[in-house]
């Protein structure tokens, strides 16, 4: 069997959705097409004062929605072919949680941790400024966030450089994924893990599907493993974790480790700031590969790092049976048909991972009403809550705690309103998917896709063609 450049991968399971719509073949085209590509080169002088040309990009998807959206990689990895395929996967991801926008994504082909904070600055101030004088940057055209090897510290540059360039009232919407000092959104660090925790549950909740794959109804008790424990795997593996599921395999660059008994999560990840990674580690067993660990015996296998990292060759060895791809494409086309046959459930990434551009959305309709979300009413909800307690209290006998009043009487602050929204918009799509899956006898990756397909061919059917 032949492996597939990552785009043409993306599109090998799109062709396989589009069979199950009604567009015709020029729209399916226009879907999979990505708009623009931008590639530049420009030079950084690193600290010790020699200069060196850096590499970035960024994928415009599909302008069916506007602003596009998606987030920026640092990684030595990056490449046209892979922001292309990221790029589509953002709007289908877009489309699959109904976040109203196009699919976008950006890349700097560097290894951030070979570069000092300052010498990080001045190429993501750089690469800001360029995206700004091509138009591929502002709250209103594209919207870059994080991504691999990024994060709020980035975003917060990205912002401030495009403040200077522009008078545009909204241009704390240029960004999502900020500091919340500079504009961000209480919840955005852990919205693509609680997302991907969501989605799992939701999944596991379901027991006819976790029959027709032998496992019992719910997280409690269920094991699993974990590739990658960055922003989306740690926040995934925390929250799996709480909800009663056991960490017993953890996956990184630098090595693998396994212990059945469970792993402390937040030890692990004081061991892996110190050690910069996870080699070593006393309290597990440290296998003989970093990815030799993916192929124990588990309920559930979360790849949370890359693409490509369950391919033909190591998937006929992966036991686990519910794939979540927190990461995006980490199952090749091959090794997701050796899966399927085994009969294990895929979450597809164009759905798991959803939770951070859906909560990218609350920030950027945070940023251009200009009000953070629970201001006008949390305290209107406050008082109307305890006039009902009160009433509660002379009807009965029951006379509320302090604790117990100020519990239910709550109002909804900025974190529970985008918790909230983002179970909401993460269930939903999953029974929306599922019941596709069933109708069409599909998997769910294609499943998906169907759903985001129909979506975008609507938006394309109902466009006028210019000039
Ligand atoms: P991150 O940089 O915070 O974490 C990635 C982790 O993977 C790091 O700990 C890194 O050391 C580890 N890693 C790198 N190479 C590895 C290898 N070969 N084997 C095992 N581990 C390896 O990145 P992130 O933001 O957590 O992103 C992870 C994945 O999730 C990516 O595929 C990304 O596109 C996807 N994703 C991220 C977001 C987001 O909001 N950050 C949203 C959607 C999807």
Known sequence: MQEYKFFDQVNKAFDRAAAFTKFDKGVLAQIKACNDILHIQFPIEMDDGTIRVIDGYRVEHSHHKMPTKGGIRYSTMVSEDETMALAALMTYKCAVVDVPFGGAKGGIKIDPRKFSVHELERITRRYTFELFKKNFIGPGNDVPAPDMGSGAREMGWIFDTYRQLSDDINAEGCVTGKPVGQGGIRGRTEATGRGVFFGIRE????????????????????????????????????????????????????????????????????????????????????????????????????????????????????????IGEAANGPVTDNAHKIIKERG??????????????????????????????????????????????SVIETISDRKFTNAELADLAKGGGERDLVDSGLEETMVNAYNEINELRKHHNVDLRTAALISAINKVGFMYEGMGIFP
């Not at 997280?219 to 699993?224: D, I, Q």
């Not at 949390?378 to 305890?386: G, I, Q, V």
């Open 203 to 322: 999944a596991c909740d379901n027991a006819e599907d976790m029959k027709a794959i032998g496992l019992e109804r719910g997280l409690e008790g269920k094991t699993f493993v974990i590739q990658g424990l960055g922003n989306v795997g740690y926040h995934s593996a925390k929250y799996m974790i709480e909800a009663g599921a056991i960490l017993i395999g953890v996956a990184e660059y630098d090595g693998s480790i396994y212990n059945e008994k469970g792993i402390d999560l937040e030890k692990l990840m004081a061991y892996k700031t110190e050690h910069r990674g996870i080699a070593g580690y006393a309290n597990a067993k440290n296998l003989e590969t970093n990815t030799a660990v993916l192929e124990v015996e588990c309920d559930i296998l979360i790849p949370a790092a890359l693409e490509n990292q369950i391919t033909e060759m190591n998937a006929p060895n992966i036991k686990a049976k519910l």
């Open 344 to 389: 294990a459930l895929i979450l597809p990434d164009s759905y798991l991972n959803a939770g951070g551009v859906t909560v990218s959305y609350f920030e950027w309709l945070k940023n251009i009403q200009h009000v953070r979300f629970g201001r006008m009413e949390k305290r209107f909800e406050e008082n109307s809550y305890k006039k009902i307690l």
